[in-house]
C-alpha cells in the first residue's frame, strides 16, 4: 500500500460523514492536500450523518469513534468508506472482490469512562508499528496529533467530547502516555 492509498483512505473517514458525491476524488501528496472547498466542507457539514471522534488508520485495520447523529448513519458511513476505498483498490491494482475481511465492528459506547479509554486505545495503536514505537504523537494517520496540538481537520474532527474533559491537551496526552488501557483493554471496554 502506497501513500496514495493512505491518502485516499483518510479522505473518505473525513468527507465521507454525510451522503455528499464525490466525482474524480484527488487527494493531493500530502496530508495536508486532504481537502475540499470551504462549499463542499459545508454541505457536508450541514448534512453528517455522523461525527467523526477519533481515527488510527492501521497497516492492516483501522479504529474510529463516531457519534451517529441520524437513524443508520454509522452503518452508511462504513458503507460508504469500505464500499469505495475497495473499488478504488481494486480498479488500481488490478484485482476484484473483497478487500476488507468480513462486515465491520461496532461496540456501543456505554459510558463516559469507556469513551476515554477507547480513545486511548486507538491513539496508542500506532505504537504497534515497530517505527512509531513511542512516536505515536507523530503518527499521520491518526487524530493523536490533532488531540495534542492543532486539529489538522477544524469541524470534520470533533475532539471537543473529549479534550472538554481535561484541562489542557497536555493532561489529554500525559492520560495517553500513562494509560495502561492495552493491557486491560477487554475489561475496559467491555469487548467480547
Known sequence: MGEKDWLRFLFLIL??????????????????????????LEKILSNRTV???????????FHIIVKEISNNGISRYMQRILNSYTKYFNTKYKKSGHLF?????????ESNEQLLHLSAYIHRNPR??????????????????????????GELLKTSIILDQFSNNNEYKDFIETSGVKSDLEEILLLD
Not at 461525527?51 to 485495520?61: D, V
Request: aromatic share 16%; net charge positive.
Open 15 to 40: 468527507y465521507f460523514q454525510s451522503p455528499v458525491t464525490f466525482y474524480n476524488i484527488n487527494v493531493g501528496h500530502r496530508v495536508s492536500h486532504v481537502s475540499v472547498s470551504k462549499k463542499t
Open 128 to 153: 504497534e508499528i515497530k517505527e512509531w514505537k513511542n512516536k505515536e504523537h507523530l503518527y499521520p494517520w491518526s487524530s493523536f496529533q490533532d488531540y495534542i496540538n492543532k486539529n489538522r481537520w
Open 101 to 109: 475481511q468480513g462486515p465491520f465492528q461496532i461496540k456501543h459506547i
Open 51 to 61: 461525527e467523526l471522534i477519533s481515527f488510527a488508520n492501521m497497516p492492516n485495520h
